[in-house]
């Protein structure tokens, strides 16, 4: 497979060395890994540390900016960051008002964001942690014991972001993030398989007339496989998913996001159909995100993600924010 890399073990590496040359509103650290935003930390502000291995990308640290994540923690390819990371980036962002933890639900993932609250905690910063576990595909999959953290992952991060850049408290941003994932679903397809660098090759077999309903963001098998289906098919299948287990009963935000290799022109005509679907089951969608946010390297294929919305939290989603990934109102 051809890739647009020096050697596996720098691309990492390299690609950090590249976002600091792209954004000098951010702090990158390539040594340790770490991304923070140049302001940091803000007075009394509560600060949002993410991360998780690299692969995702723009997650995590293409949502570092005001308005968003204070601090990004990349992991070697598919590998979740170290704790050693994780109080780096907390203690460059903490303000005295405390720090949030936004933890996907991959198993290495949490239990060194759990270990990284305590050792930072010895240092006298106030963590809290969310974890997010929007994934209806399946549970307890190769990676998580529980749901997996996906598409949902970026609603928390902008919706606790927008609190916390309002000034809101340290419990009060947490109950927002909590809400936000007890509100939101998402279900994944794979049209094609990943490629990761060290690898070189496909991390496993798709004939190219079949596609995986409910595939993780790893590469982790999902429900089923079946024939290639249409467009429509696809969205009949992955939103009937998400409203069988979500039933919202008021206005939805909608992300529908590519999996790294799937062209807009494609996420377009298939946010056409999720509209469709949407329309058809009587669910209003209140606002739309229509991109590759949530990526898995070179997969070919897509996710959606709802999440149910009141008032105040469209509110935050529409409050202004300026990351290298996600940009409004300001």
């Known amino acids: 497979m051809k890739m647009l890399i020096n050697v596996p073990e720098t691309v990492v590496a390299d690609a950090l060395r590249g976002m600091a040359a792209a954004h000098p509103e951010l702090t990158v650290d390539v040594e340790n890994r770490v991304v923070v935003r140049r302001d940091a930390p803000v007075a009394g502000k509560v600060g949002l540390v993410s991360g ?24 070697e390819v598919f590998t979740s960051p ?11 962002v ?48 190769t990676f998580t014991a529980g749901r997996r953290g996906t598409g949902a992952t970026l609603f928390v991060e902008k919706i606790a972001g927008a609190a916390a850049d309002g000034g809101a408290p340290l419990e009060r941003v947490v109950s927002v993030a909590r809400q936000v994932n007890g509100s939101s679903r998402s279900f994944g397809v794979a049209l094609g398989a990943v490629t990761t660098p060290a ?56 992300l529908v996001n590519g999996m790294g290799a799937t062209p807009l022109l494609e996420l377009y005509g298939f946010n056409a159909e999720v509209h469709r679907v949407l329309s058809e089951r009587g669910v209003p969608v209140a606002r739309t995100l229509v991109g590759n946010y949530v990526t898995s390297l070179d997969m070919a294929g897509c996710s959606v993600t709802l999440c149910q919305v009141d008032e105040e939290l469209l509110r935050l989603w529409d409050a202004p924010v300026a ?8």
């Open 52 to 75: 998780g291995g690299s692969g995702h990308e723009p997650l995590h640290a293409g949502f570092v900016g005001p308005g968003m994540l204070s601090a990004a923690c990349a992991g």
């Open 82 to 92: 170290v704790p050693d990371q994780m109080v780096r980036a907390a203690a460059a």
């Open 94 to 141: 903490d303000s005295g008002a405390g720090v949030l933890f936004v933890v996907k639900n991959y198993t290495g993932d949490v239990l060194n964001f759990e270990m990284a609250a305590e050792l930072a905690e010895d240092e006298g910063i106030q963590v809290a942690r969310v974890v997010v576990d929007d994934d209806v595909a399946v549970s307890d999959s």
């Open 199 to 254: 690898k070189g090759s496909p991390t496993f077999d798709l004939p190219s007339g079949e596609l995986e309903l409910g595939i993780g963001i790893h590469g982790e098998p999902g429900r089923e496989r079946r024939p290639m289906m249409t467009s429509g098919e696809i969205a009949d299948f992955a939103v009937d998913a998400v409203l069988e287990d979500l039933r919202p009963t008021g206005p939805v935000l909608a």
């Open 323 to 330: 990351t290298p990934a996600l940009r409004w109102g300001r």
